[in-house]
């Protein structure tokens, strides 16, 4: 149970953000999360929050910009007087052809999945004491990538192993974890069960099925509980068996 904990979960607004928000109030949490525009089904999550009786607060903080994590990082600590959990989960999908690949279309994709990540972590650990949890939200096409298009993104989310280990090994002499959790195909906007290449994606698996976003909200609640006190640094995929 998360029972007086406050969480911060990052693209909170939908998907797996959104389930993992209210995963981890309905464990006892109260829960920030932050949006990039989707205002109204950010208030929908804090709804859903307080329906667990737990406080919850959205914050809009685009990711791409340098200051806007920290910033909703220091505000959820000021607002709810601690952080004990930090969930780096917003994230976008670049897809397409090598040749078309833009400057400005990586620089985002870097400042989403990975910039803003290292400074809502560096922020975060500011304010987390003996038992803090970091968890971040990669992907399993970071291990195998199963087909073109996708190189940037892969690339963006391969950058998160390293990146997680660095925080264990930086955090652990203070009692912070830092975990990584790797999902494939999961039933969301960004890649909807019933989409155009969702049966490929289902053939790629062991189990012949997509994940839900509560499938991967209940391995960050099972690391951000007393169950995860004693792993750092480890990425956990979460695939149906898409890689085994
Ligand atoms: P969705 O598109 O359903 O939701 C994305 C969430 O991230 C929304 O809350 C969105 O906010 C937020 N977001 C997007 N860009 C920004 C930004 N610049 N700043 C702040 N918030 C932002 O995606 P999923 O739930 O599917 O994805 C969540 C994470 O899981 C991502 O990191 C993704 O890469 C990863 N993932 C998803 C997989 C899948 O199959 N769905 C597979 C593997 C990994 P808003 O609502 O305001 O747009």
Redesign the pocket.
Known sequence: MLADKVALV?????????ATALRLAREGADVVL?????KD??EDVVAGIRRSGRRGLAIP????APD?VGAAVDRTAATFGRLDILVN?????PFGPLDALTVEEIDRTLA??VR?VLLAAQAAARHMTAGGRIIT?????AERVPHAGITL?AAS?SALTGLTKGLARDLGERGITANLV??????????PANGEDADQQRALTALGRF?S?ED?AAVVAHLAGEGGRTTSGSSFTVDAGANA
Not at 34 to 38: E, G, I
Not at 61 to 64: I, K, L, N
Not at 89 to 93: E, F, L, P, S
Not at 182 to 191: A, E, I, R, V
């Open positions: 990052t693209g909170g607004s939908r998907g797996i953000g959104a932050t949006y990039a525009t989707a089904h950010a903080a685009d990711s791409a806007a989960n917003a994230g976008i999908y989403i999945h803003a939200i990669g992907s399993n096409l993104y989310k790797q999902p494939g195909s999961t039933d969301t906007d960004m890649n994940n976003a991967i």
